[in-house]
């Protein structure tokens, strides 16, 4: 199996694996043979590389079937939160963005010193994986409306989807744990930070990589596990801090309450210059999309909704078009409502 760019692709090839768009969906299934008409639909939906059987090889490596996972979950993240059929279209920078995050995630998904840990870190416990995931496909697109150079980002990718590598040293019980840590297990837990930088420099990551895993804890203030403060944190550590506690947030992981996506952004954005960098927040608030086209809401009127445009900023007030009334009785004539001028209606759950 060969992994090549689609410049190089010719037809007759054979693909060696399923190749999924930005969003996860099937685009064409392993071991269809490729016509000058396929590539050009790849092309279409940008998709960079692809894996080619060699003449003489069929059978997938078996370490490839967690890698093929892993990228179909990261896929998904980025179509939810930076989707390219509504980027495209309508924001040509967010669209090029688009392109430049999956160009990046797809060389750390594949990367074997990467993809080495990947049972280490689904292991660790039933989120651990996924969480990563999200938070380097988080990182990578505020690294990328920070301007920073493609090998800057790979650097910052990599770092976010093994910052929780330490982890694996955490007695189970503790990262199962829901009630208040004691004292001594708080430190246990919170030894996960230096654990990881050591686990990732003996395993020769760059130390660019290996003090993400130190310091995403650190908080702008000085309050975090290390005391480092402001710009004595490294940038992607600073970046990474703000993915993972969006992350945390919304999936309800560290904190006693699962937040609503705008809620979460709405703790961020008043966090920046206190325990967060208010410019890598604004990054992150400004630019993802936190609900999807297609997401059915509840509405603080009681009304029920689909989410129809996110055009604007793809922020968190989109544009609401109500099919149920607060009575849940279908309306005859839908009406659309935009959460971005209608300041006193909100979000109140996602069905």
């Known amino acids: ?21 930005s969003g996860g969906m099937v685009l064409l299934t392993a071991g269809t043979v490729l016509t000058d008409e396929l590539i ?12 080619i059987n060699d003449e003489n ?14 990228r179909t979950e990261a896929l ?3 179509g939810h939160f930076l989707p390219a059929d509504v980027v495209g279209k309508r924001l040509g920078e967010a669209a090029e963005r688009h392109g430049v995050v999956l160009e990046v995630l797809e060389k750390i998904v594949r990367d074997r010193k990467v993809a080495d840990l990947y049972l280490d870190l689904r292991t660790a416990d039933d989120n651990t994986l996924e969480h990563s995931v999200t938070v380097c496909v988080l990182s990578i697109i505020m690294g990328s409306v920070l301007k920073m150079e493609q090998e800057r980002l790979l650097m910052l990718g990599t770092g976010a989807m093994v910052h929780d590598i330490g982890k694996k ?5 503790i990262l199962d744990k829901r009630e208040d840590l004691t004292d001594e297990e708080v430190n246990l837990y919170r030894n996960h930070i230096r654990k990881g930088y050591q686990i990732l420099r003996e395993k020769s990551f760059d130390v660019s990589v290996a003090r993400v895993a130190l310091y995403h804890h650190e908080r702008w203030d000085g309050s975090g596990y290390n005391k480092m403060a402001g710009e004595e944190i490294d940038l992607s550590s600073r970046i990474v801090a703000i ?6 947030l919304t999936r309800g992981l560290t904190y006693k309450q699962k937040y609503l996506p705008h ?12 325990y967060f960098d208010a410019r890598a927040v604004k990054a992150f608030t400004g630019n993802i999309c936190a609900y999807p086209l297609g997401s059915i809401v509840k509405l603080s009127t009681g009304e029920t909704g689909i989410v129809v445009n996110v055009q604007k900023t793809l922020a968190p007030r989109p544009i609401v078009k109500i099919f149920y009334d607060r009575d849940n009785v279908r309306l005859d004539y839908p ?3 935009d959460l971005s001028v209608e300041k006193t209606t909100f979000i109140t759950k996602i069905l």
Do not use: C, H, W
Not at 44 to 51: G, S, T, Y
Not at 169 to 173: A, C, G, I, L, N
């Open 1 to 21: 199996m060969r992994q090549l760019p689609l410049n190089v692709l010719e037809s007759g090839m054979v693909l060696a694996e399923t190749v999924y768009s």
């Open 40 to 51: 050009d639909k790849l092309r279409d939906k940008n998709v960079f590389v692809v894996d």
């Open 57 to 70: 090889t069929i059978d997938l490596d078996p370490d490839d079937v967690l890698i093929n996972r892993v």
């Open 76 to 78: 998904q993240v980025l």
């Open 169 to 173: 040293s955490v007695p189970q019980e």
């Open 243 to 248: 993915a993972d506690t969006y992350d945390d």
């Open 263 to 274: 809620e979460a952004l709405e703790i961020l954005y008043g966090a920046g210059n206190i």
């Open 335 to 337: 009406k659309q409502i």
